[in-house]
Structures are given as C-alpha cells and as structure tokens.
Nanobody, 123 residues
Framework: QVQLVESGGGLVQAGGSLRLSCAAS????????MGWYRQAPEKQRDLVAI???????NYADSVKGRFTISRDNAKNTVWLQMNSLKPDDTAVYYC?????????????????WGQGTQVTVSS
C-alpha cells in the first residue's frame, strides 16, 4: 500500500505563484514516474507534468514555461512550482506515482493517486 500526501494548494490572484508538494510513503521499492494531473469542473483529468526517476520530464503545452516539476528520489517527493498562474489553471491537482511495491512474494507495480488539492486562480 502506498500513500501520497499533497500540500500547497490555495487561492491566488492571476499572475501569482504556488508550489505544490507530494510525498509518497509505504512499502516502496521504486517510483518510476511521479507527477501531477489536474481536473477542472466537468472536465476530464489531464496531465500537467511528470518526471521519471532518471529526470526526464513531460509537460502539458498549456503550462510549458510557467510550471516546473522537480523531484527528490531519495525522499519520494515531487514538487510543482507554478508561476504566472491564470484563471484557466483553476482545478483540483492530483499527485500520481507509478510505483513498484514490495509484497509478500516479489513485487507489484501500480498507479497511486493522492487525494487532490484545490488550486483557484482569481482574475
């Protein structure tokens, strides 16, 4: 079992900044990919930014140049620095981790999700 605990959401004016953090805990052997998705009301959940354990990143086009993802593999933690926020960035942001976990016999791989943190950007 893996738990993802997020923090850092809130209300900010357009042009402002927020920093999200997500820490993973549990019987973790390895986190392959870790990152952030977001879901606005009545919309699907979309990728925001992800990072592999090797440091490769992938960003949604809408956030390139404004958001930066970073990660500490030793601490099983990922951050999302969000600058120049826009009202369209308003959503619930979810942390995601593709993890290898230790089980009684061997290991299993699955996707874990955080509970979500609300980001609201006012105009």
């Amino acid at each position: 079992q893996v738990q993802l605990v997020e923090s850092g959401g809130g209300l900010v004016q357009a042009g402002g900044s927020l920093r999200l953090s997500c820490a993973a805990s549990g019987s973790i052997l390895n986190i392959n990919v870790m990152g952030w998705y977001r879901q606005a009301p009545e919309k699907q959940r979309d990728l925001v930014a992800i990072m592999t354990s090797g440091g490769s990143t992938n960003y949604a086009d809408s956030v390139k140049g404004r958001f930066t993802i970073s990660r500490d593999n030793a601490k099983n933690t990922v951050w999302l620095q969000m600058n120049s926020l826009k009202p369209d960035d308003t959503a619930v942001y979810y942390c995601n981790a593709n993890v290898d976990v230790k089980v009684r016999v061997g290991r299993v791989n699955y996707d874990a999700w955080g509970q979500g943190t609300q980001v609201t950007v006012s105009s």
